[in-house]
C-alpha cells in the first residue's frame, strides 16, 4: 500500500486531495529511479576519469599476473622501493582496485598482508588494454 493509500484511509478529509497526492507520489518514484541511474553512471565516468600513476599500474599488471602479492614482492618486481609498493597498494586498496587478501597490516603469523586484484582493477587493466 502505498503513501497515498495509507494517508486517506487514515485521513478520510485528504480525499479531495488525492490526485495531487498521487502525481506527488508518482514523481517521488520516478527521481529515485532517476537518481540511482544517476550513481550508477556518475561511478562508471568517475572509474573512467581516475589515471593511475606508474608503480600503481605496474602494481595492478603483477597482481594481475599473479593470484595475490604482497609489498616486498610487488616491489622487487617491478623495481620499485618497498615504501612506494605499500603506499600504491593502500591507495589501490581506498579506491577498490585491490583488496586485501588477508588481515590488514600483517596477515597471520607475522606474513605481510597479501592483496589481491579487484574486478575493478581488472576492468582498470582491460579498459587500457594492458
Given at each position: 500500500m502505498g503513501?497515498?493509500?495509507t494517508l486517506l484511509k487514515q485521513v478520510p478529509a485528504a480525499a479531495k486531495f488525492r490526485p495531487k497526492l498521487e502525481a506527488l507520489e508518482l514523481e517521488v518514484t520516478q527521481l529515485r529511479e532517476e537518481?540511482?541511474?544517476?550513481?550508477q553512471e556518475l561511478a562508471q565516468y568517475i572509474e573512467q576519469w581516475e589515471t593511475l600513476d606508474g608503480p600503481q599500474v605496474s602494481t595492478l599488471q603483477y597482481l594481475a599476473a599473479s593470484e595475490r602479492g604482497h609489498a616486498a614482492a610487488i616491489a622487487k618486481a617491478i623495481s620499485i622501493n618497498i615504501q612506494i609498493a605499500e603506499s600504491s597498494l593502500l591507495f589501490l586498496e581506498k579506491l577498490a582496485y585491490v583488496s586485501a587478501a588477508s588481515a590488514g597490516g600483517r596477515g597471520a603469523r607475522g606474513k605481510p598482508a597479501q592483496f589481491c586484484l579487484s574486478p575493478k582493477g581488472v576492468r582498470y587493466l582491460q579498459s587500457r588494454g594492458l
Open positions: 503513501v497515498v493509500a537518481n540511482t541511474r544517476l550513481k
